[in-house]
């Protein structure tokens, strides 16, 4: 879930740095490596309070730039831990890069900014993350998760427009052929450029951010079946159930899109694009903004979050077209003028008040 885009880059085949050494130690444990990989996360500096605070006293515009070393480290850990093979290193984004994000996150509504100030600890870019963008939260000395830092890759986003980025997203969990096409429209052509690109990318992930420490979702680090049954979560709760005997997340729409389960973003698809029209079509009888949001608790309330700010507080365009033969066979808007997401929406608005 902390994942988006893990397929977009071909694996780098450059000098690798060298590998922290908890990575080559915990390696030598063979079955055994990944505990011994996901402690030393849990007692890396990276994961503490203590390590963001001089970047929380920063404003939230100055709290971005190539990711520290320690959080290099940490990413090295991460990847090895959940069998990504890529190796990260601090990005040297150029100016205009940097110019931007720094204008992507000046493009930001000033409630989303508020909403960011306390628990955000920046956006780290590297290149070769194994994904576009990433986030985690960090702990107080108590081990209570108190905010999150984003990661991106700086080399993945320097590629994108943003309706071209959409684009290639929406299309993932389909296999191409038989006439059918799928088109996603973010942007209007005035706006069709990087930096809004990277300030949707942003919006996701931020999304994630926000929803740490405010019981909108079970923990992500929890497995479904630890999630206690008394727990309650307001904006999860509208879509999601836990299936405590096969230890997964079931969404309430479950026995009329069926498709659901086998939707699948940025690694290999399950559904053919046929099946675009159907899904699509029982996609619109849920509380679900876009099809990711189905995929999971943590997506549906970040997915969520980027299309509720993108389109109604920033009055940006959002639309699927799926087309046949060239010939326009469904079109799909986000949700959040209609009743089935104005449950979601109030929560939206108290959180961003
Ligand atoms: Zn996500």
Same mark, same amino acid.
């Given at each position: 879930?902390?994942r988006?885009?893990?397929?977009a880059?071909?694996?780098w085949?450059?000098?690798?740095?060298?590998?922290?050494?908890?990575?080559?130690e915990?390696?030598?444990l063979?079955?055994?490596? %990944?505990?011994?990989?996901?402690r030393?996360?849990r007692?890396h500096?990276?994961?503490?309070?203590?390590f963001w605070?001089?970047?929380q006293s920063?404003?939230?515009?100055?709290?971005l730039?190539?990711?520290?070393?320690?959080?290099?480290?940490?990413?090295?850990?991460d990847?090895? *831990?959940?069998?990504f093979?890529?190796?990260?290193r601090a990005?040297?984004?150029?100016? #205009?890069?940097m110019?931007?994000?720094?204008?992507?996150?000046?493009?930001l509504?000033?409630?989303v900014?508020?909403a +960011?100030? *306390?628990t955000?600890a920046?956006?780290?870019?590297?290149d070769?993350?194994?994904?576009?963008?990433?986030?985690?939260?960090?702990?107080?000395?108590?081990?209570?998760?108190?905010?999150? +830092?984003?990661?991106?890759?700086?080399?993945?986003l320097g590629?994108?427009?943003?309706?071209a980025? *959409?684009?290639?997203?929406?299309n993932t969990?389909?296999?191409p052929?038989?006439?059918?096409?799928? #088109? *996603?429209?973010?942007e209007d052509?005035a706006?069709d450029n990087?930096?809004?690109?990277i300030r949707?990318?942003l919006? /996701?992930?931020?999304?994630h951010?926000l929803?740490?420490?405010r019981?909108v /979702?079970?923990? @992500?680090d929890?497995?479904?079946?630890?999630?206690p049954?008394?727990? %309650?979560?307001? +904006?999860?709760?509208?879509s999601w159930?836990?299936n %405590?005997?096969?230890n997964?997340?079931?969404?309430?729409y479950?026995?009329? +899109?069926?498709?659901?389960? @086998?939707?699948?973003?940025?690694?290999?698809p399950k /559904?053919?694009?046929?099946?675009m029209?159907?899904?699509?079509?029982?996609l619109?009888?849920?509380?679900?903004?876009a099809?990711?949001?189905?995929?999971?608790?943590?997506?549906?309330f970040?997915?969520s979050?980027?299309?509720y700010?993108h389109?109604?507080?920033?009055?940006r365009? @959002?639309?699927?077209t799926?087309?046949?033969?060239?010939k326009v066979?469904?079109?799909y808007?986000?949700?959040?003028?209609e009743?089935r997401c104005?449950?979601?929406?109030?929560?939206?608005e108290?959180?961003l008040r």
């Amino acid at each position: 879930m902390r994942r988006l885009a893990a397929a977009a880059l071909a694996a780098w085949a450059g000098c690798a740095p060298a590998q922290p050494a908890a990575v080559a130690e915990c390696a030598k444990l063979g079955k055994e490596g %990944r505990e011994c990989l996901l402690r030393a996360m849990r007692a890396h500096p990276a994961k503490s309070a203590a390590f963001w605070e001089a970047v929380q006293s920063r404003p939230i515009d100055e709290r971005l730039g190539p990711a520290p070393a320690e959080l290099v480290d940490y990413l090295h850990l991460d990847n090895a *831990a959940n069998g990504f093979p890529e190796k990260p290193r601090a990005s040297r984004p150029s100016a #205009e890069f940097m110019a931007d994000m720094r204008g992507a996150i000046a493009d930001l509504p000033s409630a989303v900014r508020r909403a +960011f100030d *306390a628990t955000f600890a920046g956006v780290w870019l590297v290149d070769d993350l194994g994904g576009t963008g990433y986030t985690d939260t960090y702990v107080d000395a108590k081990n209570r998760p108190v905010g999150g +830092f984003i990661v991106l890759d700086a080399a993945v986003l320097g590629k994108f427009t943003a309706n071209a980025w *959409a684009t290639w997203k929406e299309n993932t969990p389909f296999k191409p052929g038989g006439g059918w096409t799928l #088109e *996603a429209r973010i942007e209007d052509s005035a706006g069709d450029n990087r930096r809004s690109a990277i300030r949707y990318i942003l919006l /996701h992930e931020l999304g994630h951010v926000l929803a740490i420490n405010r019981d909108v /979702h079970p923990r @992500w680090d929890l497995q479904p079946s630890e999630v206690p049954e008394s727990a %309650r979560f307001p +904006f999860y709760d509208l879509s999601w159930t836990v299936n %405590r005997r096969e230890n997964r997340y079931a969404s309430k729409y479950d026995d009329a +899109f069926r498709e659901r389960r @086998w939707v699948v973003y940025y690694r290999a698809p399950k /559904h053919f694009s046929r099946d675009m029209v159907p899904i699509y079509d029982a996609l619109k009888a849920t509380n679900f903004p876009a099809l990711y949001a189905a995929t999971s608790p943590g997506d549906d309330f970040a997915e969520s979050f980027v299309t509720y700010v993108h389109t109604v507080l920033m009055k940006r365009p @959002w639309e699927i077209t799926i087309r046949k033969d060239g010939k326009v066979a469904k079109t799909y808007r986000t949700c959040w003028d209609e009743p089935r997401c104005a449950a979601k929406r109030r929560i939206l608005e108290d959180l961003l008040r």
